[in-house]
């Protein structure tokens, strides 16, 4: 639902003309929403994590009050991800780079019904609980401006879950 709202607050701001048109991401495979069902199955572990990034100056910035997404790991979403970051294990893309403003959504309802959202809070930090064994993503925006200019970018990481134990994930480059 999350995901959602914010795709269609970038799309009113597209069709407004304030900021680029989104950039498509083009995959090669149909999303498999059986696959993709797992983000739903009930977990012992807990995904926790913090996203950062180091300024020029040494200073840091977090995520605070950005959203953190839990992807569950496809074929469809290896594609978009390699899509978006130019490697399927995640990365880091500046915001420069980060045209329209929800590209991690998609336009496959399904796929964006089956990311779960949390908000980061003033350190950065974000919690995923009751979740199931498996391959996910985890991704988070870390933005500020220095004047009129965008700075930051959109981070991403492969991460597993086994076992039932717990991960704990560091998104910053």
């Given amino acids: 639902m999350f995901i959602k709202k914010i795709f269609a607050v ?6 407004a003309g304030c900021v680029p048109s989104p950039e498509v991401i083009k995959t090669t495979v149909d999303f498999d929403k059986e696959a993709a069902s797992i983000i739903n199955k009930k977990g012992k ?5 913090q996203a ?6 040494g200073g840091v910035v977090t995520c605070a009050g950005a959203g953190a997404f839990l992807i569950p790991m496809t074929e469809y979403a290896k594609q978009r991800i390699s899509g978006i970051f130019g490697s399927s294990d995640g990365g880091y ?9 929800a590209f991690l959504a ?5 796929y964006n019904a089956l990311i779960r959202s949390a908000i980061c809070d003033a350190e950065g930090d974000f919690s995923f609980d009751n979740v199931a064994n498996g391959e ?7 933005a500020w401006a220095v004047g009129d200019s965008p700075q930051g970018g959109v981070l991403a990481k492969k991460i597993s879950v ?8 560091l998104l910053t480059y």
């Fill in 45 to 49: 572990a807990t995904v926790s994590g």
């Fill in 10 to 15: 970038s799309l009113i701001a597209v069709l």
């Fill in 106 to 110: 998609s336009e496959n309802e399904d």
């Fill in 162 to 169: 086994k076992n039932g134990k717990d991960v704990r994930a």
């Fill in 93 to 101: 893309r500046t915001i420069n780079r980060y045209r329209g403003g």
């Fill in 136 to 142: 996910y993503y985890l991704s988070s925006t870390v």
């Fill in 52 to 57: 950062f990034l180091k300024q020029g100056g």
